[in-house]
């Protein structure tokens, strides 16, 4: 099997395991600590008219919050079962949700086309992709930004391995939920130090901001203190339309 096929069915049997409550997901956090937050540094450059497109949506949380920030919100994700539990989980129908898988430069030209230029939303994307396919996840995100869109773009950095080291190295081993993530073949933290802005600055994006966080997951230490992963921030836009 292919390291692509390979991937895309890890997804896909992550999220057909994952039930319809809040939270399972160990990076399904409240709102209030990821895409608020995330939204506050992106709207000083963003145009709120244009579409905003969650990449990687999971089951939908963030895009239900980023849709009462924008006119339209559309979330994507590689897996049909993301997209499932996403559309069921919307049950006020305040956002859109569509299977796509980056990689694929025709589907998210198309989805460009069919859009026009969009805001962009990616939280912790690119280090979970294989390494091969890091350089089109970061194209998706110069393709559907056209000349008018923003992106906000956050990954892990790779200090963050040590503090899944730390939760799976437990007198119990790792916390359920981050058991699920490596009992899936999924590979946390997998980006190194430079290589997340290297790739967005090959693709012709250009920093406008960027800064140190942490991002919250829904799983703690034995002690009860939360995992909180380090993480860069960026936002963005296109180098030739700046």
């Keep these: 099997m292919d390291a692509s096929r390979r991937y895309r069915e890890a ?28 939204s506050e ?66 589907a998210v030209r198309a989805l460009r086309e069919r859009l026009g230029d969009t805001n962009v939303y990616m939280r912790a994307v690119i280090h979970q992709s294989e390494p091969q396919d890091r350089p089109a996840v970061a194209g998706a995100v110069a393709e559907l930004l056209g000349g008018r869109g923003r992106a906000f773009v956050v990954e892990l950095t790779p200090a963050s391995k040590a503090v899944l080291l730390k939760a799976a190295e437990g007198p119990g081993g790792p916390p359920e939920k981050l058991r699920r993530v490596f009992d899936h073949g999924l590979k946390p933290a997998g980006a190194a130090e430079e290589e997340v802005p290297e790739l967005l600055r090959a693709v012709g994006l250009t920093v406008l901001a960027t800064g140190d966080t942490a991002l919250a997951q829904t799983e703690r230490l034995p002690d009860g203190t939360r995992i909180d992963l380090p993480a860069r921030w960026f936002v963005l836009a296109r180098a030739d339309r700046a």
């Design 11 to 38: 997804w896909e049997g992550f999220w057909r395991e994952t039930s319809d409550a809040p939270g399972e997901a160990i990076w399904d956090s409240d709102p209030a600590l990821a895409s608020v937050p995330h």
């Design 41 to 106: 540094l992106l709207l000083p450059y963003a145009d709120v008219s244009l579409p905003v497109v969650d990449l990687g949506c999971g089951n939908g949380t963030q895009t239900r919050y980023l849709a009462t920030c924008f006119d339209r919100a559309v979330g994507v994700d590689l897996s049909h079962a993301a997209i499932e539990l996403a559309r069921r989980a919307d049950t006020a129908k305040v956002a859109e949700f569509e299977q796509l898988d980056l990689v694929d430069h025709d």
